[in-house]
């Protein structure tokens, strides 16, 4: 783990792992979340050929908070990285909460990014058509809808989520995020995988919910980038049984991003699709060849 200095003066937590010297890959982190990887993902890095990349938003795990940042936002902190890591190009991709920035990252830096993947991603909130909340986990609701009101109860609200995660266990995963979880999903939220998802969040908050604050007001305001600019190639992956973010912004957002590879299986959940980076990795690399990016 380092700490990387941004051009207006903030600072941002950086992790690498999988091969040194393989094509770099940026993943950005769910909401909450951190730049700790979840193992299997850097085994299979390291066995493709890919240098695993991640740094922690503002608010999260170490990195300076940048208060009232717009998705868009994020691509000043991919520069800043990877001028700092040395990378001249790279592939990215954002699970959750991060698929919104990997999106705004391939939209805005095509030129840094050769590929990217956007797996169980939101759509905006203000998106035209979409019913926002339909098919969503009745805690995802409710926290939405604080965050859309803002102010100290948004904050109260997610300090209180915060305190409960921390005092959660692996065996407590299916109980704490019970509205959020269909079949898929309940299946996989134990064991190691539900540890490692409250390593990974636990990461990220334990020194304040100023990052999760500021990703969700983030998510309900302006993503402050057009979807139809995006011109490298995107693969959308979204699970149908998925809870914490429904289908529907997956198809919302597949309908709207020029040349989209869209893959909505009928077989996973949010969750599941941790197990599915692997095949995310392997597209990655081929989109990468082709534009001989590696």
């Given amino acids: 783990m380092s700490l990387v200095p941004t051009p207006d003066g903030r600072m941002v937590t950086v992790r690498e792992g999988g091969d040194p010297a393989g094509l770099p890959v940026l993943a950005f982190a769910g909401t909450p979340g951190s730049s700790v990887f979840y193992g299997p993902h850097v085994r299979d890095a390291a066995e493709r050929g890919i240098r695993l990349v991640a740094y922690a938003r503002p608010g999260y795990e170490g990195s300076s908070r940048n208060e009232g940042r717009a998705v868009a936002d994020c691509a000043a902190d991919v520069v800043a990285v990877c001028d700092a890591l040395g990378i001249e190009r790279c592939c990215v991709w954002g699970g959750s909460g991060g698929g919104p920035h990997a999106l705004a990252a391939a939209a805005l830096l095509p030129g840094r990014v050769a590929a990217a993947a956007s797996i169980a991603s939101v759509a905006p909130f203000d998106a035209d058509g979409l019913d926002w909340f339909d098919g969503m986990g009745a805690d995802n609701v409710d926290d939405f809808e604080v965050a859309r009101a803002g102010g100290a109860a948004h904050r109260a609200n997610l300090e209180q989520r915060r305190e409960q995660l921390l005092a959660t266990t692996p065996d407590d995963v299916t109980h704490v995020w019970e509205s959020l979880l269909g079949p898929a999903d309940r299946a996989v939220a134990t064991g190691a995988l539900a540890a490692a998802l409250l390593e990974h969040v636990r990461a990220g908050i334990e020194g304040g919910v100023d990052g999760w604050v500021d990703d969700e007001q983030a998510f309900v305001a302006a993503w402050a980038f057009d979807l139809a600019s995006i011109r490298v190639p995107i693969l959308l992956w979204h699970g149908d049984q998925d809870r914490f973010v429904p289908p529907s912004h997956g198809a919302w957002l597949a309908e709207r991003i020029p040349g989209v590879e869209a893959r909505f ?21 081929q989109r990468a060849r082709l534009n001989g990016d590696a």
């Fill in 265 to 285: 299986t009928a077989e996973d959940g949010h969750l599941t699709l941790t197990e599915r980076i692997p095949e995310v990795h392997a597209w990655l690399l």
